[in-house]
């Protein structure tokens, strides 16, 4: 299923955020108003409409909230600017919000293992003196190859080539008239 108004304004967020004009704070005020219903990037994978929504929306809220410190307010500007690999990154993520492409990529959690971890799972690590993590870090692992064989990583979270030059091709920004 593709939410393609939902798309829009994480794009729109997302490209605010990376160029600098809005903060961390206020980019995640607006996700929690206009994409993940009342729920931080962070805890949207709590979400009961986390498991029936437009499959890019997770993973984008996922990615979003590595891109900053939620430690305190900034724009991503100075000491926070994102690389330029990270911003051609996002700009390729920006375009795929504003296709009508469905997400074809099964979904891996990128967060770090551990702070996922319930207290149930870290109790029963405690009692199997490690096996249990490391039962859920081989699951990580199983997911991850399955990801990784899926579709062309380079072009995330366009699943190939083909499908990206499409996207290109309808570009939805700097449409119009060429300088002369």
Aim: hydrophobic fraction near 35%.
């Amino acid at each position: 299923m593709v939410d393609l108004e939902r798309r829009k304004k994480l794009a729109y967020h997302l490209r605010h955020l990376v160029t600098g004009l809005i903060s961390n704070d206020e980019f995640e005020e607006s996700i929690t108003d206009d994409v993940s219903f009342g729920w931080l990037p962070e805890q949207y994978y709590r979400s009961k409409d986390a498991k029936f929504d437009d499959p890019i929306i997770r993973p984008m809220l996922e990615l979003c909230w590595c891109l900053y410190s939620d430690l305190e307010n900034h724009k991503l500007t100075g000491k926070h600017q994102l690389s330029d690999e990270e911003l051609k990154d996002v700009a390729r993520i920006i375009l795929f919000l504003n296709s009508d492409f469905e997400y074809e990529w099964p979904y891996f959690d990128r967060i770090n293992l551990l702070l996922r971890f319930s207290f149930k799972d870290l109790l029963f690590t405690a009692l199997t003196l490690g096996q249990h993590y490391g039962v859920k870090l081989n699951e990580r692992k199983e997911q991850y190859e399955e990801f990784k064989n899926t579709g062309d990583q380079e072009l995330w979270p366009f699943i190939n080539k083909e499908q990206y030059e499409q996207q290109l091709r309808k570009q939805p920004f700097l449409r119009g008239r060429r300088p002369d």
